[in-house]
Nanobody, 127 residues
Framework: QLRLVESGGGLVQSGGSLTLSCAVS????????ISWFRQGPGSAREAISC????????DYAASVKGRFTISRDNAELTVFLKMNNLRPEDTAVYYC????????????????????WGQGTQVTVSS
């Protein structure tokens, strides 16, 4: 069964940077996307970024656009989320997840469509 493991979370001051990693245990068959979600205290889970298996399609939530960058290393089956200019409101548990049978990141924000999830990594931004 496909497994995803996030890492790279931690405590950082406002304005700082972190890079999260999502290691995938095996290459999913066919077309798929990998997305990052986050869930802050008392908040619903929010889709924040997506990348297709080719890397040719990416998408970002308005709240992180221009500050976060998603990328992937297909050889290592790892997806990265580079987070710059972090703000206290970015504090959340960050999850990566895969969605099969999808070639691009359009309409990729529905968490119920994702079939494999990591355990999450905590990001805390102090003011």
């Amino acid at each position: 069964q496909l497994r995803l493991v996030e890492s790279g979370g931690g405590l950082v001051q406002s304005g700082g940077s972190l890079t999260l990693s999502c290691a995938v245990s095996e290459r999913p068959s066919g077309l798929y996307i990998i997305s990052w979600f986050r869930q802050g205290p008392g908040s619903a889970r929010e889709a924040i970024s997506c990348i297709s298996n080719s890397g040719g399609s990416t998408d970002y939530a308005a709240s992180v656009k221009g500050r976060f960058t998603i990328s992937r290393d297909n050889a290592e089956l790892t997806v990265f989320l580079k987070m710059n200019n972090l703000r206290p409101e970015d504090t959340a548990v960050y999850y990566c997840a895969t969605r099969a049978f999808k070639k691009d990141c359009r309409d990729s924000e529905m968490s119920k469509e994702y079939t494999a999830w990591g355990q999450g990594t905590q990001v805390t931004v102090s003011s």
